[in-house]
């Protein structure tokens, strides 16, 4: 259990990258250890995935290798260096690679050598169930999109600001030195007009192939990363947290003494009722943004 989690962890951040197999293009991403392995690819239209640990590794090397003696750990390190390249873009040369669609879900073949013998693999993988879609392609895309537009939202910012600082510069007096340096000061909604108009098209033509340039991996990686901290800590804060304290009576703060029977009866049935005093809570307060600056120069 513990290594399929480490393996779901390491997958998570591990960016999409775009492969070929034949005439078909995929989006896929992978994840090997000593442990076994897990494999997520993705046609745009369907996810299927495949997770393997060191046991199953073990009996299918047997059946498709059977000239073939080796310890599973070698052979998944194996597995790694093929795979791992090919996601890179740097695929072996020895090595092929085909798939097909089964009744379960898609089955991708491998054919390599591993000290001079061949070398067969079949990933079988099946659909992948909608929260690990959600968790590996959906919520990254999504904050990968508000990551973009705070970023644009900067930039167009910075932009402003250049012009502001040139426009001041002209009503000091200075020229351009090189008339063909000049520019128009920038225009937010004409920039956007012409983008949606002009450079989306393109982009939209570019193919599914270049779904993850390595910008796009990077920033992908970045968030993940992000969104792995954020459930550590999560997970940190319920282990420390503890189980939930039992129920308090709420709504009658000053009780009456116990009596001398009560008393006597409690020490004799050995329980000692026990009151903890209550705790103050500590709401979070929301901390003030800090005023950007108007300039970039005083």
């Known amino acids: 259990m513990e290594g399929s989690e480490e393996l779901e962890s390491s997958l998570l951040t591990q960016p999409w990258a775009s492969v070929c ?8 991403k992978a994840s090997f250890r000593d442990t076994g392995y897990i494999l997520l690819i993705s ?10 640990d ?10 498709l290798n059977k000239r073939l003696t080796v310890h599973v750990s070698s052979f998944l390190h194996r597995l790694r260096n093929l795979v791992c390249p090919l996601l890179a873009g740097e695929p072996d040369a ?9 009744a379960s879900g898609l089955k991708l073949h ?7 013998l061949p070398l067969y693999w079949d990933f079988h993988c099946c659909p992948a169930p909608v929260e690990m879609v959600s968790r590996h392609l959906v919520r990254p895309l999504i904050q990968m999109s508000l990551a973009l537009q705070y970023q644009v939202q900067e930039l167009t910012s910075l932009l402003i600001q250049k012009d502001a600082e040139i426009e001041d510069y002209r009503e000091s ?8 340096l000049r520019t128009e000061p920038f225009q937010e909604k004409m920039f956007q007009q012409n983008f949606m108009a002009e450079s989306l098209p393109q982009i939209c033509g570019a193919g599914e192939g270049q779904a993850f340039a390595s910008a796009l991996q990077q920033l992908y990686t970045a968030v993940t990363q992000q969104e792995a901290k954020q459930a550590r800590k999560r997970q ?6 503890g189980p939930a304290p039992a129920a308090e009576t709420i709504g009658h703060p000053h009780l009456p003494p116990p009596s001398q029977e009560d008393e006597t009866a409690s020490s004799s049935e050995g329980t000692t009722p026990t009151s903890s005093p209550a705790q103050k809570l500590h709401l979070p307060v929301a901390k003030a943004k800090p005023k950007k600056a108007k300039g970039l120069f005083s």
Do not use: I, N
């Open 110 to 116: 491998m054919k390599s050598d591993l000290s001079g």
């Open 236 to 241: 940190h804060s319920e282990d420390t947290e």
């Open 43 to 52: 046609d745009l239209s369907s996810v299927w995935y495949e997770s393997a």
């Open 21 to 28: 197999f034949g005439e078909s293009a995929f989006l896929a």
């Open 173 to 180: 007096g200075a020229t351009l030195s090189r008339d063909r």
């Open 94 to 102: 020895a090595t092929s690679f085909s798939c097909h669609h089964t």
């Open 54 to 63: 060191a046991e199953a590794v073990r009996q299918r090397s047997k059946e």
